[in-house]
């Protein structure tokens, strides 16, 4: 069993009903309390809920990709539109175990962990002491973002 780290964010329809229909969807063992957060990467749209769920899975780290684009499509998200627009449901593998992957359309630990405080803040939620392999401890890095902001 590898312990994995799935970051979850929603922006439309029941935010919050969406991100905890998910955690149940991909097996989260637990789950982040949920953050109200400004919309990252393009600003003209709604407001996101986000967290951090973790897992237990013996998926490898591309099954585990695969199931979460599965869960996504179930939960109703449409590929369509701006990158980082608004969708009804985003599952982002964050880290799988202490791998360092980077594949087609496979990067973990997921490349912009580190510069987002929406994503490491839960992270920090579930284990502070959590290591991001080539970045470094979460609370360390939640630190330094939360310094230069």
């Known amino acids: 069993m590898t312990i994995a ?13 969406s991100i905890r229909r998910a955690a149940e969807l991909i097996g989260a063992r637990r789950l982040s309390s949920l953050r109200e957060t ?8 709604p407001r996101f809920l986000n967290a951090a769920a973790e897992l237990a899975t013996e998926l ?3 099954a585990l990709l695969d199931r979460l684009l599965a869960v996504e499509n ?9 990158r980082w627009g608004p969708r009804t449901i985003d599952l982002d593998l964050l880290l799988y175990g ?21 994503v ?3 992270l920090a939620e579930l284990d502070p002491t959590l290591e991001v392999p080539g970045k ?14």
């Open 5 to 17: 780290y799935v970051g979850l964010g929603a922006n439309l329809g029941d935010r919050e009903r």
């Open 38 to 45: 400004e919309p990252w990467g393009y600003e003209g749209q």
């Open 60 to 62: 490898s780290p591309r």
């Open 74 to 82: 179930s939960l109703g998200r449409t590929r369509e539109g701006p």
């Open 98 to 118: 202490s791998e360092r992957l980077d594949e087609p359309a496979l990067t973990v630990p997921h490349p912009h962990l580190h510069e987002r405080l929406f």
């Open 120 to 122: 490491l803040e839960p």
């Open 136 to 149: 470094g401890v979460v609370s360390d890095l939640l630190t330094r973002l939360q310094s230069s902001s």
